[in-house]
């Protein structure tokens, strides 16, 4: 085997070890601010990985008319996920798969985990299946436009949409980077990783009240390995939208060289980073209330407009 | 080659003619579908680098004109996807009895002027086997004896496609003026770049409506979500899998190639009404709950999304980016094949639902995906595609549109203002494409998981084999042309590298490869690797999640203690409510809710609910056209009372005009 191929197949089990064994407590620590907010004691920072363990012995119940799609779901969900998280850089400024794909696969593997979930919570005929599905679905709607613009604000400048280019040209330019484009575009994408992760104002991930359900609509009707496979989903899913926040815009410490140190300080800085993202989201958790589904637009139309506004700024201050 | 093309006419003049002699009728399908494969691999052979194949007619037709034929790269793109669709389409009839010999005639026949149409050399040949088309589809739409509102959809269709034909007349007898006389599209070619600008604007507005009618752009799209419903599924499903882009077809032959390419505001201008097209359609389809309206409106977003490609590659030709130009227009092409395919299948998918339960409508559908698993599986596989979701092939060509885009905004050549309309329309493809997610979840979810909304939902059973052959053979199309984008990519480039003019042509040797001009590698996108990865991963996880150690129990859905019934589910309409309300400023939804009570009591007997969106562009724009329109054709009818006599009076003056003034 060539070294470059023994240079992947390392870099490739790393992130996938470490974002695996990390989702779960990643969640955990938000978790667990977010009792402490509430002047709560909270779980230990092992109980998602309890509750994961919990519900892979346990026997699935299969809901009235759910069938094959319910059934296979879930691995499609976590597949795509898996795969979106192969190509995004963490450690080091290239993603383990360098070349196979670019942020706009990046999204696509999002949208794809998406349309599995949004199936598999119409198949067992429940109306909080459709409901969640139908929430999702106009969410994820609106968040699409302001994650690519932004995204694509990031590709303009560093002249690539390979998200090895932007992590690199990011981490080169240093602070010079944080100029006006950067930061409308960062705010936006800040906006779209509150929404995509059913955060607070825009859902309520610890609900279980019927009408105000957004993602635990659709994982109702799951249970048994499917259910803990949808749950680690959402987890892994939170763990690969904020590396991609890292990757694109606050690209610092990352490994510029394939070298056992530069890995590992890449890797204690790019969690550092994760739990910075996830305590964010845990204080707007406490302190922000959910915000009418109607409303939602104004929110997130906002992202696209400040990540549109950052494109312009771009183009305006490109030579 | 030739054999190929002789193959393909041979086959479906043969169709055509069988199903008019009753004992060999049922012959007819199977006919079509060879001459389906044939187009197919005429196509494949112009794209292999076949060169391209000519024939000369050396006598006159009408006295008039040679039919000259020469079929390029370009033609091959399109004969691909015209093979494709018409051999699925062909196959998924083989067997049934059609509605009159006449039509069953004229199928193949209208499938033959396609092929015409992308061989024509020049205008005259071209304008006939358009209007052949234009008048067959109008004939299958309607059928031969249609019900009033099958009678008003055909109107319109006719109407507006001949709105089309009209359009690029004038714009070909600006050719030939400006050409002297010349009639052959090589002649053009030559002339076009010494012609005036603004003939050559005149000449691109006309393209730009004439084709953009007939491929359903907006605004000029009234009259396909009304004929696709009424249409028989097979012709629905290649009208709007390949006649649409037919449409395309001669914009860009006409714009890119003839013209070749002009300023970078005709880009603009296409790059506008493709984002439109694209958001409004796919808008307007999450509206539908008519399955097959729901579809049409769908040709409309990805006819949005090919001009988008175009666009761009205008823009970036007019700047001397030609390298990227080609690439967008690949883009184009890439998605127009695509189109054809899985538009093909889903409306072929669409056919065997109102087969199987006589009902389009979304919302007295549901749990079919247990009776015809074949069909589901088919539908859901399109579905994906057309979502733009990797591994399949609607992702790849999406996501070399997106590179286009971001080429176009990231080249310095490009003045700013447009490189920012480009930055802007990769936010409305993303929007696009995320609806059209939403879309397909409903479309595919609503109608074949969850418990039946109906009896004859119920009581439905898988169509016919043949049927279901079709559908698995388009289904196994989506995934060979997504893994094999590389391949396909590096075909199309070639074409589009002749059709925009890099000189020296390019060869590609990487699958799909990128690089904006500014600056880094290239970026990629490894389908065939990534896809690969993304099936395996897939196969993995379901191994290892569905093989649980404890036995499954089937238990009820949870539905808050009640027993579970089918009209607890969301429906279609509930499915697209939070989006009509997100977009409810550009959609202006309506509803009515009527509720009749037990007398003396606040309880309901009964609660009817009725909502519907306003059309702007049908209902404020077509409106008034249409009230103009009639008060012409008042005006008109005075020259026309019906007497021969003084009809033939207007030829006698109309030929001493010509000797007065064109002699």
């Not at chain 2, 729901?294 to 949005?304: K, M, P, Q, T, Y």
């Not at chain 2, 036995?551 to 989006?579: E, L, M, N």
């Not at chain 2, 309300?581 to 609910?609: A, K, M, N, W």
Request: glycine share 10%; hydrophobic share 60%; aromatic share 6%.
């Amino acid at each position: 085997m060539s070294t470059t191929v023994v240079t992947t197949l390392v870099l490739v089990v790393l992130q996938l070890a470490t974002f695996l064994l990390f989702a779960p407590l990643l969640a955990a620590t938000i978790r667990r601010t977010k009792a402490r907010l509430q002047s709560r004691r909270g779980a230990a920072l092992v109980q998602p990985y309890r509750d994961l363990a919990k519900w892979w012995g346990k026997a699935p119940l299969v809901g009235g008319p759910a069938g094959r799609v319910a059934r296979l779901a879930p691995a499609v969900v976590l597949a795509a996920l898996v795969t979106a998280s192969l190509l995004i850089p963490f450690a080091a400024v290239r993603p383990p798969l360098n070349g196979w794909g670019d942020l706009f696969v990046v999204v696509g593997l999002l949208a794809l985990a998406r349309f599995a979930l949004a199936l598999a919570a119409l198949d067992a005929g429940s109306a909080f299946g459709g409901m969640g599905a139908s929430r999702d679905m106009a969410i994820s709607s609106l968040a699409e436009p302001g994650l690519v613009l932004a995204l694509a604000g990031a590709a303009l400048a560093a002249g690539s949409s390979n998200l090895a280019t932007i992590s690199a040209f990011g981490s080169q330019q240093g602070l010079g980077l944080l100029g006006p484009a950067h930061l409308l575009a960062a705010a936006a994408f800040g906006i779209i990783l509150v929404a995509e992760t059913g955060h607070q104002p825009v859902d309520n991930p610890d609900t279980h009240l019927e009408l105000t359900m957004v993602h635990e609509g659709m994982l109702l009707e799951a249970s048994g390995r499917s259910l803990a496979t949808l749950v680690f989903g959402s987890e892994l899913k939170l763990v690969l939208l904020a590396a991609l926040f890292a990757a694109a815009f606050l690209p610092f410490g990352a490994a510029t060289e394939i070298a056992p140190g530069p890995l590992l300080v890449g890797t204690i800085v790019g969690l550092g980073k994760l739990l910075l993202v996830g305590q964010i989201l845990a204080l707007l958790d406490a302190s922000v209330a959910k915000m009418r589904i109607l409303a939602l637009p104004d929110l997130i139309g906002a992202a696209s407009l400040l990540a549109l506004a950052g494109l312009g700024m771009q183009l305006l201050l490109t030579p | 080659m030739a054999w190929l093309l002789g193959a393909t006419a041979g086959a479906f003049t043969l169709a055509s003619g069988a199903a008019l002699v009753r004992p060999i009728a049922r012959l007819s399908p199977a006919l079509s579908t060879a001459g389906g494969i044939a187009a197919a691999l005429f196509g494949v052979a112009l794209l292999a680098g076949g060169g391209p194949l000519d024939a000369r007619a050396d006598a006159l037709f009408l006295g008039f004109s040679a039919l000259d034929v020469h079929f390029d790269g370009l033609s091959g793109v399109f004969l691909l996807a015209l093979g494709i669709s018409a051999t699925a389409a062909s196959l998924s009839i083989a067997g049934t009895r059609a509605r009159s010999s006449l039509e069953a005639a004229a199928f193949p026949a209208f499938l033959l002027s396609m092929v015409l149409v992308l061989g024509a050399a020049n205008g005259f040949a071209f304008l006939f086997a358009w209007e052949l088309m234009a008048l067959l589809s109008a004939l299958l739409v309607t059928g031969l004896r249609p019900s009033r509102a099958v009678v008003s959809a055909g109107y319109l269709y006719v109407a507006m496609t001949h709105v089309a034909t009209a359009a690029i007349l004038v714009a070909f007898a600006v050719l030939i003026a400006a050409t002297g006389g010349q009639l052959d599209f090589a002649a053009w070619q030559a002339a076009a770049p010494s012609m005036p600008a603004a003939t050559r604007d005149v000449v691109f507005l006309l393209a730009l409506v004439g084709f953009g009618t007939k491929a359903g752009a907006l605004p000029l799209h009234a009259w396909l979500p009304r004929a696709h419903p009424v249409a028989p599924s097979h012709v629905s499903a290649v009208m709007s899998g390949v006649m649409i882009k037919i449409g395309i077809y001669g914009l860009i032959r006409i714009v890119i190639d003839v013209m070749g390419g002009g300023p970078d505001w005709w880009g603009l201008t296409i790059l506008v009404v493709g984002a439109l097209s694209a958001v409004l359609g796919v808008l307007y389809a999450l509206m539908q709950h008519d399955l097959k309206r729901l579809l049409a409106f769908h040709s409309i977003e990805n006819i949005g999304i090919i001009l988008l490609g175009i666009g761009s590659a205008l823009i970036l030709a007019a700047h001397g980016a030609t390298a990227l130009a080609a690439l967008a227009l690949t883009a184009a092409l890439f998605h127009s094949v695509n189109h054809a395919v899985f538009k093909t299948l889903l409306f072929l998918g669409a056919g065997a639902v109102l087969h199987a339960t006589r009902l389009r409508d979304l919302n007295r559908l549901g749990g079919l995906g247990r009776a015809m698993p074949v069909t589901a599986l088919s539908f859901g596989i399109g579905a994906a595609a057309i979502s733009g979701l990797p591994p399949l092939n609607g992702f790849a060509s999406e996501w070399l549109t997106f590179q286009g885009l971001l080429g176009t905004a990231g080249t310095g050549a490009v003045p700013p203002l447009f490189q920012f309309a480009a930055a802007a329309t990769i936010g409305a493809l993303a929007l696009t494409a995320a609806l059209a997610v939403a879309c397909f979840v409903k479309a595919t979810g609503i109608t074949f998981l969850g418990l039946p909304r109906s009896t004859e939902a119920a009581a439905a059973g898988e169509t016919r084999r043949p049927a279901q052959a079709a559908m698995a053979l388009l289904a196994a199309a989506c995934v060979v042309l997504g893994l094999g984008a590389g391949v396909v990519t590096d075909a199309l480039m070639t074409v589009s590298q002749v059709v925009i003019g890099v000189v020296p042509a390019q060869p590609v040797d990487l699958a799909a490869v990128v690089s904006l001009p500014r600056s880094g590698p290239a970026a990629t996108y490894a389908a065939l690797a990534g896809g690969s990865l993304l099936l395996v991963a897939v196969a993995g996880l379901v191994l290892l999640v569905g093989r649980a150690r404890l036995r499954t129990r089937r238990v009820d859905t949870w539905t808050c203690g009640i027993a579970p019934q089918p009209a607890f589910q969301y429906t279609a309409t509930s499915f697209a409510k939070p989006i009509r309300l997100f977009f409810r400023r550009v959609l202006l939804p309506e509803r009515q809710v009527d509720v009749e009570y037990h007398p003396g009591t606040r309880f309901p007997v009964s609660i009817r609910y009725r909502s519907e969106i306003t059309l702007v562009l049908e209902d404020r724009l077509f409106r008034r056209g249409h009230e103009l329109s009639i008060r012409l054709a008042q005006v008109a009818r005075r020259l026309q009372n019906g007497a021969i006599q003084l009809y033939l009076a207007y030829t006698v003056v109309a030929v001493l005009i010509l000797l007065l003034f064109a002699r």
